[in-house]
C-alpha cells in the first residue's frame, strides 16, 4: 500500500507539472509584457524549468519502490517532501489560497510521506 502512495504521489506531482507548464504558456505569458524580449524568454524558460524539475521528482517518487534501497527510498521521500511543501507554501502565500496548486501540492506531500 505505501509503495502506491508514492506512485500516486509520483502520478500527480506529473500531472500539476504539465498544468503547470501549460498554465503558464497559456494564460501567464499569453497576457505578460515582459520587456525586452529577452527578459521575457528568460523568465518563461525559467518557469519552464520548474515544470522540467516537478516531473523529474514525480519520476522519481514513482521510481523509489522499484530501487530496493531504503536509503534512496528515504532520501527521494524527504527531498520532494520539501520541494513540493516548500512551493506549495509559496504559492498558498502569494495566491492567499485561491488557486489550487497548493492543494494538489500539499497533496502530493502528504502522500509521499503517508508512502515512506
Not at 50 to 67: E, F, K, Q, R
Not at 79 to 91: D, E, I, K, P, R
Request: net charge positive.
Amino acid at each position: 500500500m505505501r509503495d502506491l502512495l508514492l506512485q500516486c504521489a509520483g502520478v500527480v506531482t506529473i500531472a500539476v507539472a504539465l498544468v503547470h507548464g501549460y498554465l503558464g504558456e497559456a494564460k501567464v505569458f499569453a497576457r505578460a509584457r515582459i520587456e525586452p524580449e529577452r527578459l521575457r524568454t528568460l523568465i518563461r524558460l525559467v518557469w519552464q524549468a520548474s515544470t522540467v524539475a516537478w516531473i523529474g521528482g514525480g519520476v522519481l517518487l514513482i521510481a523509489a519502490p522499484w530501487l530496493q534501497s531504503e536509503p534512496a527510498r528515504h532520501w527521494i521521500v524527504a527531498t520532494m517532501a520539501c520541494v513540493f511543501g516548500c512551493s506549495a507554501l509559496a504559492n498558498a502565500w502569494a495566491t492567499r489560497g485561491r488557486h489550487f496548486g497548493w492543494m494538489a501540492l500539499s497533496a502530493v506531500v502528504v502522500m509521499s510521506v503517508v508512502g515512506y
